[in-house]
């Protein structure tokens, strides 16, 4: 399954010197199906490049106050120059604190900005600080508010979907707004070919307790520890539903966090399939805090800024490699997910009599020959808004469902869309295009 082998070069070139870096990135950026996702070495906090195939970029967190040379050493080894997409998860320091270096300091310009919104909630004990006054007036004024259910438009032949912010999950009933700053983080399923990666940022037991129960993320390749391997996250619910290979938490070594703690190491190790778990940076300072095995660490010097570990996402062989300083280790993409199953679209209901917010309606029809969970499926449309199909279930083989919007963001619009289909590793299986429609009337796709 898994072997560890001195590294061709990558990890390498991080520590003898940029301009190695970037001619072997460059390099490996040129083949056209991997996917690289950094992490990068902020110490107590997070932030995460993803470089797509076709070489854009999100960037998901950005550190603490001062890490812009950290980031901007990560992209120039990405050989990146820009920043397309920007997720800041949520009002904490370690999480925006970085970005207002990067651009200021480093002149990179950031296309679009997203947060989790509802500054009026943001407390003065934060936004009278200046990290936030430098986030705000670097991104954070022009910053959209990422809601459930969104997605980001990152790479044709990739699905970036927004399961929870604000408290919130996809799917969820009766919206209930969290209370707690970490458990308001974006959370971002990731998904490329059969690959897929969840970020949660800080959120913890009352927001992974939703996704849980909602099934919003399930089987996953790769899990950003949620909070830096806090106790208070890595809930054993949301850890089933995942059932994670691979783990990487970014800590520091921090007294006052004990990150991460070894009470939550041990929820790892008791998975019936435990995931092989590395992190970015060795904690020294004892107490609740615990350490997987040296090998697995990326920096054994804490106080050091060299616990880059970087995942890169190879669709063409299956599998994907982890790797730091000059250890890599390789795994492959789960299996199981192509399914035979020939669902369709067979005819959508965009303009309802009485209030298209909540009535309006898709019908899904099973034509393959066996069952079909629906329940990390999507529809979608061309605005890249989502009905989740958790209401659904299990759709068996011959049988249809209506999906009702019942509040979803995806809007079916009244004057013409291109509605798709997206399975739960982000294929797209049906889709259908109508130019306009009347009120009351169902149209029928002819799938
Ligand atoms: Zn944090």
């Known amino acids: 399954m898994l072997h560890a082998r001195p590294h061709s070069g990558i990890a390498m070139a991080l520590r003898v010197g940029l301009a190695c870096a970037i001619l072997l990135v460059t390099a490996l950026a040129a083949s056209a199906q991997t996917l690289r996702i950094y992490h990068v070495d902020v110490d107590q906090g997070d932030a995460t490049l993803v470089v797509s195939p076709s070489g854009n970029t999100l960037l998901i967190d950005s550190g603490k106050n001062g890490h812009g040379p950290r980031l901007n050493e990560a992209m120039a080894a990405a050989g990146v120059t820009d920043i397309d997409h920007f997720v800041c998860t949520h009002y904490h320091e370690d999480h925006y604190g970085g970005i207002d270096d990067l651009v200021n300091d480093y002149g990179i310009s950031i296309e679009h900005a997203y947060d989790r919104g509802d500054k009026a909630y943001v407390g003065s004990h934060t936004s009278s600080t200046q990290t936030y006054i430098d986030y705000e007036e670097a991104v954070g004024h022009r910053a959209r508010h990422l809601m459930r259910g ?4 990152l790479d044709e032949g990739m699905l970036v979907t927004c399961v929870a912010s604000g408290g919130v999950v996809l799917g969820e009933d009766d919206p209930q707004t969290g209370v707690d700053e970490n458990d308001m983080s974006i959370a971002l399923l990731i998904q490329f070919g059969g690959f897929r990666c969840f970020i949660g940022g800080d959120i913890q037991e009352a927001t992974e307790e939703k996704l849980a129960t909602h099934d919003l993320v399930l089987d996953v390749d790769l899990y950003q520890a949620d909070h830096h391997g806090s106790e208070t996250s890595s809930t054993v619910a949301l850890l089933n539903d995942m059932a994670p290979a691979v783990v990487i938490i970014s800590n520091g070594d921090r007294a006052d966090y004990q990150h991460p703690r070894q009470s939550t190491l041990d929820r790892f190790a008791a998975m019936s399939s435990p995931p092989s778990v590395f992190q970015t ?8 805090g615990g350490n997987v095995p040296d090998s697995h660490i990326a920096d054994l010097v804490p106080s050091g800024d060299e616990g880059l570990i970087l995942v890169t996402v190879d669709q063409g062989a299956g599998s994907y490699e982890v790797s730091y300083q000059d250890t890599a280790f390789t795994f492959p993409v789960k299996a199981l997910r192509a399914s035979p199953a020939v669902v369709v679209i067979e005819s959508i209901l965009p303009n309802p009599i009485g209030k298209d917010r909540d009535l309006e309606e898709a019908t899904l029809r099973n034509d393959g020959p066996g069952d079909v969970d629906l329940s990390s499926w999507l529809l979608r449309d061309e605005r890249g808004r989502c009905w989740t199909l958790t209401a659904a279930g299990t759709l068996g083989a011959g049988q249809k469902t209506t999906i009702c919007r019942d509040g979803m963001p995806m809007n079916l619009n009244n004057n013409g869309d291109r ?10 299986r049906d889709e259908f295009s109508y130019s306009s429609s009347s009120e009351g009337v169902v149209i029928d796709t002819g799938h």
């Open 150 to 153: 969104e997605s980001i438009p």
């Open 281 to 288: 940076n060795k904690y020294t300072k004892g107490g609740e």
């Open 419 to 428: 509605i798709e289909l997206v399975d739960s590793v982000g294929s797209t």
